[in-house]
């Protein structure tokens, strides 16, 4: 089927990819607390303040910080899988050797990165969800008004 250099081929390139992924993990998640300020500001008045510019600004913006927490959502939960993932193939290596101290480090990391990109996803879908609430109610109100676009 493939040969032993294919495999290790693989494994050294899957053993690579656990750093860069906690790495994007720990961005997406820093990311997505600062998303939870910058709503907590939209909330605060920054909606209010976009659709004085007119719909077109509003809707820009809205679409643009929406998009955001939807890349939030979706991606942070796939590094997640893929941080859990990947050490398992060690730890279950290790296992089958009886070392258990390389087992219970693999099994760490692999529950800790789905924890985080779990977490992640979580705050971005609900932002994701307040936003839509939020900016839809900003447009319904200005389309209620009757307000030209001034953008």
């Known amino acids: 089927m493939f040969s032993g250099t294919t495999f290790y081929l693989l494994h050294q390139i899957t053993t690579l990819l656990l750093e860069p992924v ?33 719909r077109k600004v509003l809707m820009r913006a809205g679409k643009r910080r929406i998009e955001r927490a939807d890349f939030i959502t979706r991606l942070s939960p796939m590094l997640g899988l893929m941080g859990t993932l990947i050490p398992l193939g060690p730890g279950l290596s290790a296992l089958g050797e009886g070392d258990f101290a390389i087992l ?34 900003a447009l319904e109100s200005l389309v209620l008004r009757g307000d030209k676009p001034h953008g």
């Open 22 to 54: 906690v790495w994007a993990l720990l961005i997406f998640l820093s990311l997505a607390l600062y998303e939870c300020g910058l709503a907590i500001g939209e909330k605060a008045g920054g909606i209010r303040r976009l659709k004085q510019q007119g």
């Open 104 to 137: 219970t480090t693999a099994m760490i990391a692999a529950f800790d990165t789905t924890v985080v990109g779990l977490l992640a996803g979580m705050i971005g879908f609900v932002l994701g969800r307040l936003r839509r609430r939020w900016y839809d109610a």
